[in-house]
């Protein structure tokens, strides 16, 4: 099975260098993050019920949402977001795979554009997408983790949508086989 991690687009590079991720600052500065600062959403605007729970990922606010069945947990986490707009998909799908130690191949796209990329990495601390993965019915989609955590909060993928670790632990652990995903 193939999987679309959160690489970048290069000519060149390692799929774990520096240069698969947008830099929008230098990210050796000191900077005060404030997760409150995401917009929390109440999911009736974007879901009919919660049925097999629901989650939201906004590609603008680079924010992934989950809510549960019963609407007792709300959870909002950053993400990392496809690098461009031709790598953006949009709209309704679903998990249908939960895989607790992913490998990645690279899609015969991400292959086309970057010939020098490994055809398979195993799971560990070298694999794209990170401890756990959530596969979504669109082909190559993925909500994964991520080692790399310089990638969360930008503009970072090849379409997927990347977790810290531990909050992709989380999800994976919330989520179930026929939760519900909007992307918007």
């Not at 500065?29 to 990922?57: H, M, P």
């Not at 990329?117 to 997408?129: M, R, S, V």
């Amino acid at each position: 099975m193939l999987a679309a991690p959160a690489l970048a687009q290069s000519t060149g590079a390692d799929v774990n260098s520096q240069a698969t991720t947008e830099t929008e600052r230098d990210v050796t500065e000191v900077v005060r993050r404030n997760i409150s600062s995401f917009r929390t959403l109440d999911w009736q605007g974007y879901f009919d019920n919660t049925r097999n729970g629901a989650i939201l990922v906004d590609i603008d606010s680079r924010a992934v949402h989950y809510w549960s069945e019963d609407q007792s947990i709300y959870k909002l986490y950053p993400s990392s977001v496809p690098l461009t707009q031709e790598l953006t998909r949009r709209g309704r799908t679903q998990v249908i795979l939960k895989d607790p130690n992913p490998s990645w191949r690279p899609t015969p796209s991400m292959l086309e554009r970057n010939p020098e990329w490994p055809p398979f990495i195993g799971p560990g601390p070298d694999n794209p997408l990170g401890t756990r993965s959530l596969h979504l019915s669109w082909q190559y989609y993925r909500i994964h983790g991520t080692h790399d955590t310089r990638k969360i909060g930008r503009r970072s993928s090849n379409g997927c949508v990347g977790l810290y670790n531990e909050h992709i632990e989380e999800l994976y652990e919330m989520a179930k086989v026929g939760t519900q995903v909007l992307l918007i």
